[in-house]
Nanobody, 126 residues
Framework: DVQLQASGGGLVQAGGSLRLSCAASGFTFDDYAIGWFRQAPGKECEGVSFMLNSDRSTHYADSVKGRFTISSDNAKNTVYLQMNSLKPEDTAVYYC???????????????????WGQGTQVTVSS
């Protein structure tokens, strides 16, 4: 079975840091583009960051640029999202996704088309 498991969320004060992990089973990240998305209460899902494994290029939403970093450890088949200088508006359930470059880019533009598994809750208190 192909599975992605996001973890690492929690409660943190504003200005703090968290590192989210996304462990894959049933496939290898080498062959896919990987993205992090989030959905805050009462809001639509939005893209946070993605990495194209073809050239290891990365992209970030303007709201997290300079604060979040996406990385991968292919030996562990795990993708990370290092989140620093967290703000209350970062509070959301965070999901990871892996797909072809074309499909992930479409999901980036139209995140409401995504079908999400179990994410990890990040809560930032002010």
């Amino acid at each position: 079975d192909v599975q992605l498991q996001a973890s690492g969320g929690g409660l943190v004060q504003a200005g703090g840091s968290l590192r989210l992990s996304c462990a894959a089973s049933g496939f290898t990240f080498d062959d896919y583009a990987i993205g992090w998305f989030r959905q805050a209460p009462g809001k639509e899902c939005e893209g946070v960051s993605f990495m194209l494994n073809s050239d290891r290029s990365t992209h970030y939403a303007d709201s997290v640029k300079g604060r979040f970093t996406i990385s991968s450890d292919n030996a562990k088949n795990t993708v990370y999202l290092q989140m620093n200088s967290l703000k209350p508006e970062d509070t959301a359930v965070y999901y990871c996704a892996a797909d072809t470059k074309e499909r992930l880019l479409r999901l980036w533009v139209f995140p409401t088309e995504g079908t999400w598994g179990q994410g990890t809750q990040v809560t930032v208190s002010s």
